[in-house]
């Protein structure tokens, strides 16, 4: 039952669309997940189909109230997961949280107690270093860093070493567990070369699979379905469907485990 978060400070990285492709993939092949929305844009609840609008429970009362908040929280999805949406009233938790002791743990203490009913669990978190971040590192057993295939990409991932460093002062165990590319194209040699860079720096940390750039992508959330049922032949899809083995290999989630054919 690892507890992944997804975090970038850097906006438009593909957080989003990695969570839900990578947990929609993972809950294809038998795996319990959770998906949990910590960003106000709600771009998470709205790609798994659901309207932010109409939510009446979101992760914004689970912050309010952890224990009690969590249960109602969680609701299915049609795509073999569950998920805590968000919608935009969760801007508000900053304001409503301020004066709050350990309120960047309010998400931790929510999760300690449906962790054991699931496989994995994924967060997707805002671009900025907020309390939602904080609450998602602070809950997470490790953190998946997606990193855009751009030159400029390299410098914002020294700055998340640099919140990641504050955050083990906190919470010692959280550690970076893997760093994706994505929007990769290896026609570019700017491409190229940050996929070289981020390989000969972070070497076993960075995902084997690369996540090609994928028009498919953009298109699938606006239809509010995960790759994986809206193309499921486009490289990304299938890109996606690798990066759930390696994810289950890197926690030890093999194949006698899933029951999963290869
Ligand atoms: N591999 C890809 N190829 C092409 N487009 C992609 C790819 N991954 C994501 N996108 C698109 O890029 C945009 C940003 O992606 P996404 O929303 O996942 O980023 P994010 O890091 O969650 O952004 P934010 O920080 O604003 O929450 C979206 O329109 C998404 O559909
Ligand atoms: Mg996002």
Do not use: W
């Not at 690892?2 to 850097?10: C, E, F």
């Not at 978190?125 to 751009?150: E, I, K, R």
């Amino acid at each position: 039952m690892p507890v992944i978060g997804v975090v970038m400070q850097k906006g438009g990285v593909g957080k989003s669309t990695t969570t839900l492709s990578l947990g929609t993939e993972l809950g294809r092949l038998g795996l319990r997940v959770l998906l949990v929305d910590m960003d106000a844009q709600s771009n998470l609840t709205q790609a798994v189909g659901l309207d932010p609008t109409q939510i009446t429970t979101s992760v914004f009362d689970l912050l309010m109230d952890p224990v009690r908040g969590v249960e109602s929280a969680i609701q299915p999805t049609a795509f073999d997961v569950d998920i805590i949406p968000a919608t935009l009233g969760l801007a508000r938790a900053e304001l409503v949280l301020a004066g709050h002791v350990g309120r960047e743990l309010l998400l931790r203490r929510a999760l300690q107690l449906v962790r054991e009913r699931y496989d994995f669990i994924l967060i997707d978190s805002p671009p900025s270093l907020g309390l939602l971040t904080l609450n998602t590192m602070a809950a997470a057993d490790s953190l998946l860093v997606p990193l855009q295939a751009h030159i400029f990409a390299l410098h914002a991932m020294a700055h998340l070493e640099e919140t990641i460093a504050l955050i083990r002062q906190l919470h010692p165990s959280v550690a970076i567990q893997g760093i994706l590319m994505t929007m990769v194209d290896r026609r570019t040699s700017v491409n190229q070369a940050v996929e070289q860079a981020a390989r000969e720096r972070y070497g076993s940390l960075v995902f084997e699979t690369t996540i090609p750039f994928n028009i498919k992508l953009v298109e699938a959330p606006a239809v509010g379905q995960p790759i994986g049922l809206y193309a499921p032949n486009s490289s990304s899809a299938q890109a996606y469907a690798r990066l759930a083995l390696e994810v289950c290999e890197r926690y030890g989630r093999g194949k006698m485990q899933t029951g999963v054919a290869n």
